[in-house]
């Protein structure tokens, strides 16, 4: 039987929610939180055939790839990575209920539905058998925090999805791609910015991303100047890691399953080159490694 492919097969079913990145994003405004002024939303996409958000210009730069760095000095850098971390502190801060959003998620069991949810997601869009995912998704399921934080997550927190201030690398003057906002554990943000650091991720964006620069710290660094400046204590961060990685092997394996059936780039086989090596550094985290 023929048919074309869908352009969402192999995503996630929350993957580019409209809704959900207009819901948070109107609930930012009255936040100290840089969000794009938010205009007006079509639910049920009559403008232009799928739902649509409509948000004010914001005059700023983004640093999508290694040669954006370039005109960048060190200090920059450092201001840089010091603007995003006071950002990510700041959201986590942001008491979800004041700002209208107590039915935007459910924090309760958060982690452990990542889990399933990454688990199920594999076996969507896996174009191989790869014995460590299952490994790895079994040692997760295992190692489960008991308790957790409750906030607003980002869901895909990482220099290229914010806009800078032209006169300042150091202000962050918008925060975009809300559309895997929910509530949940703080510390799994934390976690995928840190695992975007490694340089498969290049291979999952196909370009060189800024974000795996060696000029930026590490991820190891990052996470502890995330925790000095928030005042939270990471906990067992080797499954938010272990978690992290997996999530973003099988966002890899899942652009390469969309490449295969025709409904994305033909490069986009490549990504699923990013898939052990995640997985790998998974259980490397799980293990008490650096990952």
């Known amino acids: 039987m023929g048919g074309t492919p869908s352009p969402t097969a192999g995503l996630t079913p929350s993957a580019h929610d409209m809704a959900r990145e207009w819901a948070v994003t109107d609930a930012l405004q009255s936040t100290p939180i840089p969000v794009a002024p938010t205009i007006a939303f079509d639910r049920d996409g009559l403008a232009v055939g799928a739902p649509l958000t409509v948000v004010g210009y914001v005059p700023g730069r983004v640093l999508r790839t290694a040669d954006d760095l370039v005109a960048l000095s060190e200090d920059d850098l450092d201001r840089n990575v010091d603007g995003l971390l ?74 290229d999805n914010t806009i800078l201030a032209n006169d300042d690398p150091g202000r962050i003057a918008a925060v975009v791609d809300w559309e895997m906002a929910t509530l949940g554990d703080p510390l799994t943000d934390v976690a995928l910015m840190c695992a975007y650091r490694r340089p498969a991720f290049n291979l999952v964006l196909g370009i060189p991303a800024a974000w795996t620069s060696v000029r930026y710290p590490t991820a190891d660094d990052l996470a502890q100047r995330y925790a000095i400046r928030s005042g939270r204590d990471l906990g067992d961060w080797g499954f938010y890691m272990g978690l992290a990685n997996l999530k973003l092997g099988i966002i890899g394996e899942g652009i390469a399953h969309r490449a295969l059936s025709g409904a994305g780039s033909p490069d986009g086989e490549r990504a699923a080159l990013a898939t052990q090596e995640f997985v790998s550094a998974g259980l490397e985290a799980l293990a008490g490694g650096r990952a």
Not at 112 to 121: C, L
């Open 86 to 159: 006071d950002v990510l502190v700041a959201l986590h801060d942001v008491e979800h209920v004041a700002v209208g959003l107590a039915d935007f998620g459910r924090p309760e069991g958060f982690v452990e539905r990542q889990v399933r949810t990454w688990s199920r997601q594999w076996e969507r869009v896996k174009t191989r058998d790869l014995p460590d995912v299952e490994r790895l998704c079994a040692a997760l399921a295992n190692r489960v925090p008991a308790t957790s934080a409750a906030a607003i997550v980002h869901g895909d927190y990482r220099v």
